[in-house]
């Protein structure tokens, strides 16, 4: 299938909509940024629980990848709470621009541990983890985050208010589930053609960046 059909099909499925009419929020209204851990966790130091280091997010898929279970005792102080649907976003340059961030998903017990280079950022019921994850990993997006960037070079880090300021569109939430799921599936068309073909390999890439414009912008 040619990269101008893949297109137009995905178009015709999900993607023709007047997305612009939808209303806007900002996120710090509609999820938690970086919200505490869960009052009175009672969790023996000897259990094993997630945990998920940076290298552990596959950038390119967006999906935690490499989790790890360790003693809750050795990663309870000096790392990242993060619970099950919780969306993390890396922090830290590169890791921001190149993509590591994911929906958390299948942990042990649906708690788990990360690096401190991470965000989190919690839905509430209006809004879908994963319609926030896609959002987020629009390249738009991680090019203005990259523009709020504070610190000094080589540890320059996006502030939690960039965040919070952000305007995300929010269809109804039936709504944002039916486009995730043409989206999904798009994606994984674009994984099976990078997987059975080397050609045209560039166009193939530029893929999840299009789809993820289309689905949150109609003006492109």
């Known amino acids: 299938?040619?990269?101008?059909?893949?297109?137009?099909?995905?178009?015709?499925?999900?993607?023709?909509?007047e997305l612009t009419k939808w209303p806007r929020a900002r996120l710090g209204e509609i999820a938690e940024i970086n919200p505490r851990r869960t009052a009175g966790l009672n969790r023996a130091d000897d259990e094993l629980t997630t945990f998920v280091p940076m290298e552990a997010v596959?950038?390119?898929?967006?999906?935690?990848?490499?989790?790890?279970?360790?003693?809750?005792?050795a990663i309870k102080k000096g790392y990242t709470y993060f619970e099950e649907n919780d969306v993390i976003f890396a922090k830290i340059t590169p890791c921001m621009q190149n993509g590591k961030h994911a929906v958390?998903?299948?942990?042990k017990d649906s708690l788990g541990f990360g690096s401190t280079e991470f965000h989190v950022l919690r839905a509430s019921k209006k809004l879908s983890p994963k319609w926030l994850h896609y959002f987020l990993r629009r390249p738009e997006l991680l090019e203005d985050a990259q523009r709020h960037f504070t610190g000094a070079v080589g540890q320059q880090r996006v502030p939690d208010n960039f965040l919070r300021e952000l305007e995300i569109p929010l269809?109804?939430?039936?709504?944002?589930l039916q486009?995730?799921?043409?989206?999904?599936m798009a994606l994984q068309s674009v994984d099976a053609a990078r997987l059975a073909t080397q050609k045209q390999l560039a166009a193939i890439e530029a893929l999840p960046a299009a789809l993820?414009?289309?689905a949150f912008n109609n003006n492109d």
Do not use: H, W
Not at 1 to 17: C, D, G, K, P, T
Not at 179 to 184: E, H, K, V
């Open 1 to 17: 299938m040619s990269n101008n059909i893949f297109l137009q099909e995905v178009n015709a499925q999900y993607l023709l909509r």
């Open 104 to 107: 958390c998903e299948n942990l």
């Open 58 to 73: 596959d950038a390119q898929s967006g999906a935690i990848t490499g989790a790890t279970l360790r003693p809750y005792q």
């Open 171 to 176: 269809p109804p939430y039936s709504e944002q």
């Open 212 to 214: 993820l414009r289309k």
């Open 179 to 184: 486009i995730i799921s043409g989206l999904t």
